[in-house]
C-alpha cells in the first residue's frame, strides 16, 4: 500500500493512475477506479521523490524534479489527515457490488489505509509509520537516502535536469533541519534509538561530512553526467557551493542532535522499551506480515525451521566431505575458506558483478518452463554506495521506472568479499533479481493493474515471494552441479528462520543486541560484522524481518492447497499468473486469489 516509510524516504513503491487494458468494470468498480486515481495523485502531490522514482517528473509533475518531499511535523500531521480521509471515502464504495480483480483491489487498499490508520490513532511518535520506530537511523534517514537517490534516480539529459538537480541539492539541507524537527519531537516522548544504532549513524554521517564539498558524491554525480552529456556550465562549482553552504551545515546539525541523544540512549534493543512499546511492535508485526501470529508462535516456527535446515545441510556437507564441528561451525569454515572467496580490491569485486550478471543472463533463459509472464524491464547489479555500505544489508532491490527508461537495480553490498563467499551468491542473486524482486515487481508494474495497486509494498508478500523463488531455484535444478550453492540456499532459509527467532527475541522477549548476534553467528557461521549488521537492522525495522519465511510459508501453503485441488488440471504457469498478476497483496487476500485460481480451473 501507499506506505509513509516509502513515501517519505524515497517514494519506491508508489505508483499510480488508472491501468489500461482492465476489463469493462462495473458502474461501482468505475467509481472505485476513479477514487485510486484521486489517492495516487493525492499521494504524488506529496512526494516528489516518488514521481522521479516512476519516471513521472516530466509534462505536468515536470516541477516537481526539483523538489523533496517534507520531512517536518506539519507533513506527518498532514498525512495522517490524509489517510483518514481516503478511508473515508474507500469505505463509501459498495464492496458487495464488486467482483473479481475489483474486489482484489479494494480489499487491498482498504488494508493498508486500515493498517495505518491504526497506527496513527494509537501511537504519537514514529513518523515512518508501523515498523519504523526511529525517523533517523543507519538504515533510516534522507542523509543515507538521498544522495543514492539524486545520483541514481534523478536523471540528467539535458540543463533544465541539471538545474533541477541544483535545486533538490539546495532543499537536501531543508530536509535534514526538517527531521531534525521530527526527531526532536520524538526523543521528548523517550523514543531515544539505542546507543549502538545512534553510534553507527553518526559514523556513516560523519564519513559522509568528511569528504570535501568538492569532492563530495552529491557534487561529482551532476559534475559527471553534465560533463558527459556536454551542459554547458560550472555545475560542479556550484553543486560544490550548495553542499558547503546548505547541506554539510544541516548535515551538522543532525550530527549534534544525535551526539546530545548519545548520554540518554540506553543499550536495550528491542522497540518493548518505548511507549506502549509491545503494543507498538504488535502493530509493526501485523502491519509487515500482514498476519496476527503471536510472538511465542514466531519464535517456536522459527526455531523448528532452523532444526530442519541444520539437518539438511549437514547432510549435503556430509556427503562432500565436511564433517567435523556443528553445522554453524563448518559454514564458519566455508566463509573463511580463500577458494570460496573473490579478492578483496576493486578488480575482485568488478569480477564478482560480471559473473553475478552471467547467472542471470541464464536464468532468464530457463522462466519460459516455469513462467508465461515475464518482465520487459531490464536488470542491472550495482554495487551500495561506499558511503553507505557499513550499515546497509548484503542485497537490495530498487524498482524500475515506469516509463522504462531506467532498470531495475539488484545493490549488493561489498564493503568485504568476505562477508559474500561464492556459495552464498547464487541465491542472494535469485532472491534480489530473477525470479525474485526483479520479476514480480516488474511484472506488477506492467500488469493491467491500477496505477495504486502496481506498487503495493506488502512485504510478506513481496519478501515471501522472493524466499518461494530461492526455493523454485531448488525445483529448477539450478544447484544439481552445485552442492555448495545448495548450503548456501539452505544457510539463507536457515537465516529468515534465524530471523522470525530474533525479531520476536528482540522485541517481545528482551533480548540483548549481545545474546541476538551470538545466536545468529552460532547458528549461520557468518562472519561477525554480518551477524552485526543483521542484528541491528532488525532493531530498527520491527516485524520485518519475520516477513520472509511466513510470506515464503504462504506461498507454497497456497501452491499446494492448488496443486491437490485441481491434480492433474494444475499448471504452474497459471499458478504463478494467478498470485502475480494480482500484485502484491495483504496474504489473506491472496488466500481468495488462489481460491479464484482454483474455482475457475476446475471448471
Not at 539524486?150 to 541544483?166: G, M, R, T, V
Not at 566463509?335 to 579478492?343: E, G, I, L, N
Not at 542485497?395 to 545493490?411: E, H
Request: hydrophobic share 40%; glycine share 8%.
Amino acid at each position: 500500500m501507499l506506505d509513509r516509510r516509502s513515501v517519505l524516504l524515497s517514494g519506491s513503491a508508489l505508483l499510480g493512475l488508472a491501468a489500461a487494458g482492465i476489463a469493462k468494470p462495473s458502474s461501482e468498480a468505475a467509481k472505485m477506479n476513479a477514487l485510486f486515481d484521486a489517492f495516487m495523485s493525492e499521494a504524488l502531490d506529496r512526494s516528489p521523490e516518488g514521481v522521479t522514482s516512476l519516471g513521472l517528473d516530466n509534462g505536468a509533475r515536470a516541477y516537481q524534479k526539483a523538489m523533496l518531499g517534507s520531512r517536518s511535523l506539519a507533513q506527518t500531521a498532514a498525512f495522517k489527515a490524509l489517510n483518514t480521509s481516503q478511508l473515508a471515502r474507500l469505505k463509501d464504495i459498495n464492496r458487495s457490488a464488486l467482483a473479481g480483480l475489483d474486489a482484489v483491489n479494494y480489499d487491498a487498499v482498504l488494508y493498508g489505509l486500515e493498517q495505518t490508520d491504526y497506527t496513527d490513532r494509537h501511537f504519537d511518535y514514529g513518523a515512518l509509520g508501523a515498523g519504523a520506530p526511529y525517523l533517523i537511523s543507519q538504515l533510516t534517514g534522507s542523509y543515507q537516502s538521498i544522495p543514492d537517490f539524486l545520483d541514481s534516480q534523478h536523471q540528467i539529459a539535458n540543463k533544465s535536469d541539471a538545474d533541477d538537480y541544483l535545486a533538490r541539492l539546495t532543499a537536501f539541507g531543508t530536509v535534514l533541519d526538517e527531521e531534525c524537527e521530527a526527531t526532536r519531537h520524538d526523543f521528548g516522548l523517550g523514543v531515544v534509538p539505542p546507543d549502538f544504532i545512534i553510534a553507527r549513524a553518526l559514523d556513516q554521517m560523519t564519513k559522509l561530512r568528511s569528504i570535501p564539498a568538492d569532492k563530495a558524491p552529491l557534487t561529482n554525480s551532476v559534475a559527471r553526467r553534465t560533463q558527459a552529456k556536454k551542459i554547458r556550465g560550472d555545475y560542479a562549482g556550484q553543486a560544490a557551493r550548495i553542499v558547503g553552504e546548505f547541506v554539510y551545515p544541516a548535515l551538522d546539525r543532525q550530527i549534534e542532535l544525535l551526539r546530545s541523544a548519545q548520554p540518554k540512549a540506553v543499550h536495550d534493543a528491542g522497540v518493548w522499551r518505548l511507549k506502549d512499546g509491545a503494543a507498538y511492535y504488535r502493530a509493526s508485526f501485523t502491519s509487515q506480515t500482514t498476519t496476527s501470529m503471536k510472538p511465542e508462535e514466531v519464535h517456536k516456527l522459527g526455531l523448528d525451521i532452523v532444526n530442519d535446515c541444520t539437518a539438511q545441510i549437514d547432510a549435503i556437507m556430509k556427503a562432500n566431505g565436511l564433517t567435523k564441528g556443528t553445522v554453524g561451525q563448518r559454514l564458519k569454515a566455508m566463509f573463511a575458506d580463500p577458494k570460496f572467496r573473490y579478492p578483496n580490491t576493486d578488480a575482485g569485486k568488478d569480477k564478482l558483478i560480471r559473473d553475478l550478471n552471467l547467472r542471470v543472463q541464464q536464468i532468464r533463459a530457463l522462466l519460459p518452463k516455469y513462467f508465461k509472464a515475464v518482465p520487459k524491464a531490464n536488470l542491472v547489479i550495482k554495487r551500495v554506495p561506499k558511503y553507505i555500505e557499513a550499515g546497509a544489508p548484503g542485497g537490495y532491490y530498487q524498482p524500475a521506472s515506469l516509463d522504462g527508461k531506467r532498470p531495475g537495480t539488484y545493490y549488493i553490498n561489498l564493503r568485504d568479499t568476505a562477508e559474500v563467499p561464492s556459495w552464498t551468491l547464487p541465491t542472494l542473486t535469485y532472491h534480489e533479481g530473477i525470479p525474485g524482486h526483479h520479476l514480480q515487481i516488474s511484472i506488477a508494474q506492467e500488469a493491467p493493474l491500477p496505477l495504486i495497486r502496481k506498487v503495493s509494498g506488502y512485504t510478506s508478500y513481496v519478501e515471501g515471494w522472493a524466499l518461494y523463488s530461492e526455493q523454485l531455484a531448488v525445483e529448477m535444478g539450478l544447484y544439481k552441479n552445485d552442492p555448495w550453492g545448495h548450503v548456501g540456499q539452505l544457510h539463507d532459509a536457515m537465516l529468515r528462520a534465524v530471523r522470525l527467532v530474533l525479531d520476536s527475541g528482540l522485541h517481545a522477549m528482551r533480548w540483548s543486541r549481545e545474546r541476538a548476534i551470538q545466536y545468529y553467528s552460532d547458528t549461520l557461521g557468518d562472519p561477525q560484522s554480518v551477524a552485526t549488521t543483521e542484528v541491528e537492522r532488525y532493531c530498527v525495522w520491527p516485524g520485518q524481518a519475520s516477513c520472509y519465511m511466513i510470506g515464503k510459508i504462504d506461498f507454497l501453503r497456497q501452491r499446494d492447497k492448488a496443486r491437490k485441488a485441481l491434480g492433474a488440471r494444475f499448471d504452474l504457469h497459471k499458478f504463478h499468473d494467478a498470485v502475480l498478476l494480482s500484485g502484491a497483496l495483504p496474504l489473506a487476500v491472496l488466500d481468495k486469489v488462489v481460491d479464484d485460481y482454483i474455482a475457475k480451473n476446475k471448471a
